[in-house]
């Protein structure tokens, strides 16, 4: 059997494409319930599309974020411990009526960190 290539206008001044011979039926018209069923499946693909996956890209940022965090804060609590004891130990100028004065330094300090920490937030944000 030899097939025929037929070519069939698609409109007025619309290209011509060839078709085989032989043609096909119709589509017949999906049942309510079928029409139902794919809405759901695609919805519910879309679903774990926009949410799930992304979520799980998010997992190892959050794993490795979150005790980076916790030890960088630490290291920073340490560290100003440890200047505020090395200032009531091994200065004798913070003696006396002056022995308040390394607790301020050590607040206006951990405060300078908080903005720079700040900033570097913000200025994040803003250039994406």
Aim: hydrophobic residues 45%; positive net charge.
């Amino acid at each position: 059997m030899v097939a025929t290539i037929r070519v069939t206008p698609l409109g007025r001044g619309a290209p011509r494409t060839p078709t085989t011979g032989a043609s096909s039926p119709p589509a017949s018209p999906k049942s309510t319930a079928e029409t139902i069923s794919e809405l759901k499946d695609l919805l519910v693909d879309y679903a774990k599309q926009e949410t799930i996956v992304p979520l799980k890209g998010l997992k190892r940022y959050i794993g490795l974020g979150i005790p980076g965090a916790i030890l960088v804060s630490l290291g920073v609590v340490f560290l100003a411990l440890s200047g505020l004891r090395a200032m009531q130990t091994e200065t004798t100028v913070f003696d006396g009526r002056w022995s308040w004065a390394p607790y301020l330094i050590v607040l206006v300090g951990l405060a300078a960190v908080i903005a720079l920490a700040v900033a570097a937030i913000n200025r994040g944000k803003t250039s994406s």
